[in-house]
């Protein structure tokens, strides 16, 4: 499996992560896909960008702790103005607390850290195939 199948061309993927070796390794996987990548590196600039722009999201990626606004927080007020867009939890946090309380705040999965491109490509086709694959009518 390689991102390069996946053709994800007029698909936009947020990911909001403070860490900078994360988001490098999240626009190498994500560089050759054709995706438009938007990268937020604090929960505040994600939640003025949410609520200020009416751009299509197709998919997020959500580190957990992130300054000014945490990736909880950001997901319940991310859920107010999108219901149905996937959101990825990345963190380090193992505990069941955190993983109840973003289940709870609207993720979709709950993924631990370190992220091995198989399981991004995993998700990234779980949550975005249906979509790029071809449609056809009768």
Known sequence: ?????????????????????????????????????????????????INTENEGIDLVFMDFLIPLINGIECLRLFRKVKKNVPVLMLTAYSSEQCKTEAYLAGCNEYVLKPIYPEKIFFLIEKYLKHETSPSFVN
């Open 1 to 49: 499996m390689n991102i390069n199948d996946l053709q994800l061309t007029n698909k936009k993927i947020v990911i909001v992560e403070d860490d900078l070796p994360s988001i490098r390794y999240y626009e190498t996987l994500l560089k050759n896909s054709g995706a438009d990548v938007k990268i937020f590196r604090n929960g505040k600039e994600f939640v003025d960008y």
